[in-house]
């Protein structure tokens, strides 16, 4: 039997954000989803958490956890299925360094991802926009960031996450028509920005 917490303190800790290059959020992510599991598993099988060996994190209580999360923790699919991807990761990570677990392995990954409704993307109209644009107190220091992020949001098509990470040099200072995005993933992509941005007007 295989101790489990050296390799999951390995993956948590140096896979996933050195190797992996993972976001913060996606390991922090990562580690709430082992957060549940361990504590299914240790109610599950009356072990502690750092008694549990791997080979009993086998597909039979891989899907107990899964039920568990949508039945008891009232879990949407999409949040069932972002748990087993983190699972299966950790796996995938293992098939490496435990090879006695390859067989185990496979049995976990063969579990099915749930489909998911894919909802349709809401928009805002140009005057909720303005509205939005407009809510900051353009009076003060904190409503002129404000205004300015919100509209930098809208104008490159950003997502929030890649809007709190910006730094300044990833802005084109001296033309201030274009932005470099880091985004998610650690993808790249440059963006431009419309004129009106460019120029500071409303």
Do not use: W
């Amino acid at each position: 039997m295989t101790a489990l917490a050296p390799y999951l303190s390995s993956f948590l800790r140096e896979h996933l954000p050195k190797e992996r290059r993972a976001s913060q959020h996606t390991c922090e992510a990562y580690a709430q989803s082992f957060q549940l599991l361990l504590q299914f598993a240790a109610g599950r099988l009356k072990l502690k958490p750092s008694k549990i060996e791997i080979e009993r994190l086998d597909a039979p209580l891989i899907l107990a956890f899964l039920e568990h999360l949508e039945k008891q923790r009232g879990n949407s699919a999409r949040t069932r299925n972002a748990r087993l991807a983190a699972i299966n990761s950790f796996f995938r990570y293992l098939e490496y360094r435990v090879p006695s677990c390859l067989d185990q392995s496979r049995r976990i990954h063969a579990i099915p991802m749930k489909k998911t409704d894919q909802a349709l993307v809401g928009y805002l109209t140009r005057d909720e926009l303005q509205a939005l644009l407009d809510a900051p107190d353009a009076s003060t220091v904190s409503g002129i960031r404000d205004r300015a992020m919100l509209h930098l949001a809208f104008a490159a098509g950003m997502r929030v996450s890649e809007l709190v990470g910006l730094r300044l040099d990833q802005i084109d200072r001296q033309t201030m028509s274009s932005v470099h995005i880091i985004g998610k993933g650690r993808r790249e992509r440059v963006l431009p920005l419309c004129a009106h941005f460019a120029d500071g007007e409303r």
